[in-house]
């Protein structure tokens, strides 16, 4: 089993909690965190922007100037895509697809990783639960600091109304319930910060 810190109110380390190795002791693969967290990248993308083909841009077909005897290139019209302000040879379209398939197996090996790694370099820990007794920002700011977390990613068990609202408007910290854990957050924070209550369900997820 792998051995991962658990702290007290005041940030220090109070003891040692036994968790799963198949979640928090896999070797690292950059391979796979890498595949991982460039599909969740490239799958929250939207297909937005819009460029003109030579047929859509607006120009007029009259031919420039005479074929020959000119001294310079021949030139059919304005839009032809060698011009500037000419039409596109393979322009985006709003419908353009950046999905990346990953399989679920693939999926929960490379969380799996990551969580392993952050264990291994000291940038996840435990804490036995995460609560305010009025949505105040002020008051989880307070914890956060007694715990030494400045940007940090908090992984609960359960989140009630005060910790929602009180941790909206912290720019560096993210507070979630398990399932909602992704690879770009937990590689993005410096600190990773998990309730014991929410090991045994990220077990469940991506073990």
């Known amino acids: 089993m792998a051995q991962l810190e658990l702290l007290n109110e005041q940030g220090q380390v ?66 032809s895509p060698l011009w500037r302000g ?7 379209s709003p419908d353009e697809n950046f999905t990346h398939k990953v399989n679920k197996k693939q999926y929960r090996a490379g969380l799996a990783a990551i969580f392993s790694q952050l264990a291994r370099e000291g940038r996840l820990s435990v804490i036995d639960s995460i609560t305010l007794e009025a949505p105040k920002t002020k008051l989880l700011a307070a914890k ?33 319930e398990p399932r909602y854990a992704d690879p770009l957050s937990l590689v993005f924070y410096k600190k ?13 997820l991506f073990a």
């Not at 990773?192 to 469940?204: F, H, M, N, W, Y």
């Open 14 to 79: 109070a003891s040692k909690v036994d968790a799963p190795d198949d979640l928090f002791g896999r070797d690292y693969n950059e391979a796979l965190i890498h595949q991982v967290v460039v599909a969740y990248q490239a799958n929250a993308r939207q297909g937005t922007r819009a460029q003109k083909d030579r047929e859509t841009v607006k120009h007029t077909t009259k031919k420039p100037w005479r074929q020959k005897g000119t001294g310079r290139a021949r030139a059919g019209m304005s839009s």
């Open 86 to 92: 000419g039409g596109r040879i393979f322009p985006n």
């Open 144 to 176: 956060l600091k007694a715990l030494n977390f400045d940007h940090v990613l908090v992984i609960a068990d359960e989140i009630d109304e005060n910790l929602f609202l009180a941790a909206r408007n912290l720019p560096n910290v993210l507070i979630v």
């Open 192 to 204: 990773v910060l998990v309730t014991k209550g929410a090991i045994d369900k990220l077990q469940e």
